[in-house]
C-alpha cells in the first residue's frame, strides 16, 4: 500500500471559502469588482495598521504598481535583497529600473542593512527605492533599514509576500514602511488562489496604483490618461482570501505548533532551522531547514519523496540567474552559502500530528542513513 502523498503547503479550506464562492455566482460578482474585493482591501489595511489597501492579480503586479506609483523608471535603482524569489527582481525590470543586489545577514536570512548603507551612499542619487523580503514570514530588522532609508532620502517598500499575520516588534509587517506587498498565491498561508495586495498609508500612491491597475481608464468612457495594467483582482480570489483572514490567528497558531514539533524533533540530524530572532512574531509560513550541503540538500528532497513527502530546496540567488548575472550587486557571500542548501519541509496549517510524525520520521530516516555512508566513507 502507498503512503497517502503528504504536500509541501496546500491550501487550508476549512472555513467559509465555499459559501463566499457561491455568493460570488448567485449575485453574479465573478470579475474584477464586487463586494469581496472591498471587504479584502479594508481587511488587510486594518491587519497592517494602514489607511488604505489596493488589491491586485498577484504579488509581482502589486510591487510593480507600487514602483510605478512611486515613480521608478529608466536610469535608476531598486536595492532589493540577493535572496528572494525572483519576482521581486522582475517587478523591478517591469517598472523599467534595474535591479541592485545586496546581500542577505546569516542571523536572519534578509537585507543586510550595512551593505545596503554602503550601496545607498556610493550610488547616492541613482536609487529609486529599496525593496526589504520578510524571509518566509520573518521579519528583517525594520528599524535599522527605515534609517538607513531616511538618512538617504530613499523610500522603503516591504515584500511580504509570504508574512501575512507576521510581526516586528508586535507591529504587523506591512505597516512598517512606504508601503507593503503581499501575495495570496496558493501556497501562502493566506490564499485566494491568486491575488496580491499594497498596503499604505500614502493616499496618493493608493490612489495612482489603483488607477494604473485598471488600465488607467477615466470613468466610464474609453478614456486613459496614461500606460496602466489590467491588474485588477477578481471578486472570486477575494472571496476566498476573506475567508482565510477569518481564520488567521487559528491558522497561525497551528504553523506555530508544528514548527515547535518540529523543533523538538530534528535535533542531531545536522539540519539547521530557519531563523527566529526576538523582534520577529513567526507565521512560519514555510518550515525551513539549513542542510550541510548542497547534495545533502538534493538529497534529503528526494529520500523524502520516496515516502510520499514533498519537500523543496528554497531559493538561490538572484545574481546567480542568467535574466540577472550582469546586474549591479554587493555581496558578502551569505546568498550563496543558503542558496541550494535550504530545505522547505510539509508546514500546511492543516497538516495532521500523525503525517508531520511520518515526515519527521523520514527525516530521521535519512539522517541515519546519511551518518552510515559519512562513516562508512571514513574508513
Not at 552559502?337 to 519541509?345: I, Q
Amino acid at each position: 500500500m502507498t503512503d497517502e502523498f503528504i504536500p509541501l503547503s496546500a491550501p487550508d479550506l476549512r472555513g467559509r471559502e465555499r459559501q463566499y464562492l457561491t455568493e460570488c455566482i448567485d449575485q453574479n460578482w465573478v470579475s474584477s469588482a464586487g463586494p469581496f474585493v472591498t471587504q479584502l482591501e479594508t481587511r488587510m489595511a486594518a491587519l497592517s495598521g494602514r489607511a488604505r489597501g489596493v488589491a491586485a492579480v498577484n504579488g509581482t503586479a502589486a510591487l510593480h504598481l507600487t514602483l510605478i506609483a512611486l515613480g521608478v523608471g529608466r536610469d535608476k535603482l531598486v536595492v532589493l535583497p540577493d535572496w528572494t524569489f525572483i519576482a521581486t527582481a522582475n517587478a523591478v525590470m517591469h517598472a523599467g529600473a534595474t535591479p541592485y543586489f545586496v546581500d542577505v545577514e546569516e542571523r536572519s536570512w534578509t537585507m543586510d542593512a550595512a551593505l545596503l548603507a554602503k550601496v545607498l551612499k556610493q550610488e547616492a542619487g541613482k536609487v529609486a527605492a529599496v525593496i526589504v523580503v520578510h524571509t518566509l514570514g520573518h521579519a528583517a530588522d525594520m528599524d535599522v533599514l527605515s534609517r538607513v532609508c531616511d538618512a538617504a532620502e530613499v523610500p522603503l517598500i516591504e515584500d511580504a509576500a509570504g508574512a501575512v499575520g507576521s510581526t516586528y516588534k508586535g507591529k504587523p509587517l506591512g505597516g512598517l514602511s512606504r508601503a507593503g506587498c503581499f501575495s495570496f498565491n496558493g501556497n501562502k498561508l493566506v490564499t485566494g488562489g491568486g491575488g496580491g495586495m499594497i498596503v499604505t498609508d500614502d493616499q496618493a500612491l493608493a490612489d495612482t496604483a489603483k488607477h494604473r491597475s485598471t488600465q488607467a481608464r477615466e470613468g466610464t468612457d474609453y478614456v486613459h490618461s496614461a500606460v496602466g495594467w489590467n491588474y485588477r483582482m477578481t471578486n472570486l480570489n477575494a472571496a476566498v482570501a476573506v475567508a482565510q483572514l477569518e481564520r488567521l490567528d487559528e491558522m497561525i497558531a497551528t504553523k506555530r505548533e508544528i514548527a515547535a514539533r518540529y523543533d523538538a524533533s530534528l535535533g542531531g540530524t545536522d539540519l539547521v532551522p530557519m531563523p527566529r530572532l526576538a523582534w520577529a512574531g513567526h507565521n512560519y509560513w514555510l518550515y525551513s531547514v539549513l542542510a550541510p550541503s548542497r547534495d545533502a540538500a538534493a538529497d534529503l528532497v528526494a529520500a523524502l519523496r520516496t515516502k510520499s513527502v514533498e519537500a523543496r530546496v528554497f531559493w538561490r540567488a538572484l545574481s546567480s540567474q542568467a535574466p540577472y548575472k550582469d546586474a549591479p550587486r554587493r555581496l558578502n557571500g551569505i546568498a550563496e552559502k543558503l542558496s541550494g542548501r535550504t530545505v522547505s519541509l510539509p508546514s500546511s496549517s492543516n497538516l495532521t500530528a500523525t503525517q508531520q510524525t511520518r515526515v519527521i520520521a523520514a527525516i530521521k530516516d535519512w539522517a541515519a542513513r546519511s551518518r552510515a555512508q559519512e562513516r562508512a566513507g571514513a574508513r
